[in-house]
């Protein structure tokens, strides 16, 4: 897959946290970021039963949308003593419309009688680039951040699950972590770096 140089790109995403991040580790790329609200992109139903399929839905109606190339990515919580909820459900596990607060404060009931070492979890993320809507070969990337739940809150920073997702590793809730730090650990951080990777090697 190869992009014209200073390309312009669209992130298929309404989520204001993830376009930050994802800007922010985009950003040494000769590209033009457009959110999908600069690009006159809407919502679109996320009908897709794995985040692959998800992912693909998203940026092949950006790519309808706006004429441009676009990446999307999927991505949720992954609970093992859940069965793997909230899954693909994670944005609005509490129910519409998305609610940070009530996503945790169910995640948490959920998980009150399992014990901690029982409450091992991973955020999850695919990112799909499409060069146009008819693209038969899109770029794929995975990447997968392990932790555990804990049973309250912490920190302030980040959204969604932040709060309550512990890195053994450093000790820290991504909430709590600077974003420079966990831009470097994140699901949507590896999984980045995987396109980024392939990109370069296609380009050269």
Aim: hydrophobic share 45%.
């Amino acid at each position: 897959m190869r992009l014209p140089a200073t390309a312009r790109l669209v992130l298929a995403s309404h989520n204001a946290g993830k376009l930050k991040e994802m800007q922010a580790m985009l950003a040494d790329l000769p590209l033009q970021i457009l959110s999908a609200a600069d690009a006159g992109v809407g919502d679109v139903p996320e009908t897709g039963l794995t985040f692959v399929e998800n992912a693909l839905i998203k940026a092949r109606a950006a790519c309808q949308a706006s004429g441009l190339p676009a990446l999307a990515d999927d991505s949720g919580l992954i609970v093992d003593a859940l069965g793997g909820a909230p899954g693909l459900y994670s944005a609005r596990y509490a129910g519409s419309p998305t609610d940070d607060a009530a996503n945790n404060a169910k995640l948490l009931a959920d998980l009150r009688e399992v014990p901690a070492g029982q409450r091992t979890a991973r955020f999850f993320a695919v990112i799909v680039l499409l060069r146009h809507a008819a693209d038969p070969q899109p770029l794929v990337c995975e990447g997968s951040w392990e932790g555990v739940i804990l049973e309250a809150p912490r920190g302030h920073n980040g959204f969604g699950y932040n709060p309550v997702f512990l890195d053994p590793r450093h000790g820290l809730t991504a909430a709590e972590m600077a974003p420079a730090l966990k831009n470097t650990l994140s699901h949507r951080a590896l999984a980045l770096q995987q396109l980024k990777q392939r990109l370069s090697s296609l380009s050269r």
